[in-house]
């Protein structure tokens, strides 16, 4: 593939069909987000155990000129199955070694920005940023690094985050532990108000 978003769609003679999400026979449609490493058959790889467990790819975009934190491809996949096969779809995906980010009702409904500034490539960033995912139970759905002075010295960074809804004090507190430990400043959103 070239370094252009990819697209795939199903076509569907039922203009209907967009405009609803559960279809006759108790079909239901989905959509899987992953990450994937950049390499030849990845893609193929990780749309595999969707067919194998009888699902049926409606829509793919593959967005290759995009990177994620932890320097991976994000993939939206669109499908739809019988809903008692759908958790059996996300655990094949799983069990291939896919990271799936977000699953049908796993998504998350909330969305906060932090700016944690200090020696953030120094303290490993890959670390931190980890760290986030798995303590404050979130997804970094961007990140924007500023270092002026060069990646020795004081720097900043943006982090949008994904998370369940109502757990933002939960996640903001598990960030400023995080940042306590690496010594960072955590400026925080303005609760109540509009997120960055």
Same mark, same amino acid.
């Given at each position: 593939? *070239?370094?252009?978003?990819?697209?795939?769609?199903?076509? !569907? %003679?039922?203009?209907?069909?967009? /405009?609803?999400?559960?279809?006759?026979g =108790?079909? &239901?449609?989905?959509?899987? &987000?992953?990450?994937?490493? *950049?390499?030849?058959?990845?893609?193929? &790889?990780?749309?595999?155990?969707?067919?194998? $467990?009888?699902? %049926?790819?409606?829509?793919?975009?593959?967005?290759?000129?995009?990177?994620?934190?932890?320097?991976?491809?994000?993939?939206?996949?669109d499908?739809?199955?019988?809903?008692?096969?759908?958790?059996?779809?996300? /655990?094949?995906?799983?069990?291939?070694?896919? %990271?799936?980010? #977000?699953? =049908?009702?796993?998504?998350?409904?909330?969305?906060?920005?932090?700016?944690?500034?200090? $020696?953030?490539?120094?303290?490993?960033?890959? *670390?931190?940023?980890?760290?986030?995912?798995?303590?404050? $139970?979130?997804?970094? &759905?961007?990140? !924007?690094?500023?270092?002026?002075?060069?990646? /020795?010295?004081?720097?900043?960074?943006?982090?949008?985050?994904?998370?369940?809804?109502? #757990?933002?004090?939960?996640?903001?507190?598990a960030?400023?532990?995080?940042?306590?430990?690496?010594?960072?400043?955590?400026?925080?959103?303005?609760?109540?108000?509009?997120?960055?």
């Amino acid at each position: 593939m *070239d370094a252009c978003d990819t697209e795939v769609t199903a076509v !569907s %003679n039922d203009p209907a069909d967009d /405009e609803k999400a559960e279809t006759d026979g =108790g079909v &239901r449609a989905y959509t899987v &987000r992953l990450e994937l490493v *950049d390499e030849p058959g990845e893609l193929l &790889r990780a749309l595999a155990p969707i067919a194998d $467990n009888g699902g %049926n790819l409606l829509s793919i975009h593959h967005e290759r000129g995009s990177i994620t934190p932890r320097g991976h491809i994000p993939v939206e996949v669109d499908l739809e199955s019988p809903p008692d096969r759908f958790d059996g779809i996300v /655990e094949a995906l799983r069990d291939a070694g896919v %990271n799936v980010i #977000q699953a =049908g009702a796993e998504h998350y409904g909330e969305e906060i920005s932090v700016v944690l500034v200090g $020696n953030i490539v120094e303290t490993d960033l890959s *670390d931190t940023l980890s760290k986030i995912e798995s303590d404050a $139970n979130a997804v970094v &759905r961007d990140l !924007s690094l500023t270092a002026p002075d060069g990646t /020795e010295a004081v720097s900043s960074a943006r982090i949008r985050l994904a998370i369940d809804s109502g #757990q933002s004090d939960a996640a903001l507190s598990a960030i400023r532990s995080i940042g306590s430990d690496k010594e960072l400043t955590v400026v925080e959103p303005l609760l109540g108000g509009e997120t960055a």
